[in-house]
């Protein structure tokens, strides 16, 4: 089994900066892309930023130069450091890892989820 634990979500007020970070445990033999998504309320979830194994990443039009994604492989850990939050930011964060589980075959790795962490920006 994988688990995926997210954490660093929280209030925050517009121009403030929170690190959100997503750490994944279980049988894993490696893991390619991860990633993290974010849905606000009414809204359709929205791909925020990824980066792949190989270390390059892509980001949102709408957070490209605030935020920073970055993984630490030692310890199947992706972050996301969001500064200069907007309250358009507000939203539940939800990471992905894409992950190859000890024994499975090559290629058929598995898009796991963390469990969201709220991340709010307010006055």
């Known amino acids: 089994q994988v688990q995926l634990v997210e954490s660093g979500g929280g209030l925050v007020q517009p121009g403030g900066s929170l690190r959100l970070s997503c750490a994944a445990s279980?049988?894993?033999?490696?893991?390619?892309?991860m990633g993290w998504y974010r849905q606000a309320p009414g809204k359709e979830r929205e791909l925020v930023a990824t980066i792949q194994s190989g270390g390059s990443t892509n980001y949102a039009d709408s957070v490209k130069g605030r935020f920073t994604i970055s993984r630490d492989n030692t310890k199947n850990t992706v972050h996301l450091q969001m500064d200069s939050l907007k309250p358009e930011d507000t939203a539940v964060y939800y990471c992905?890892?894409?992950?190859?589980?000890?024994?499975?075959?090559?290629?058929?790795?598995?898009?796991?989820w963390g469990q969201g962490t709220q991340v709010t920006v307010s006055s």
């Open positions: 992905h890892a894409d992950i190859l589980r000890i024994g499975s075959s090559y290629g058929s790795n598995v898009r796991y």
């Open positions: 279980g049988s894993i033999f490696s893991i390619n892309a």
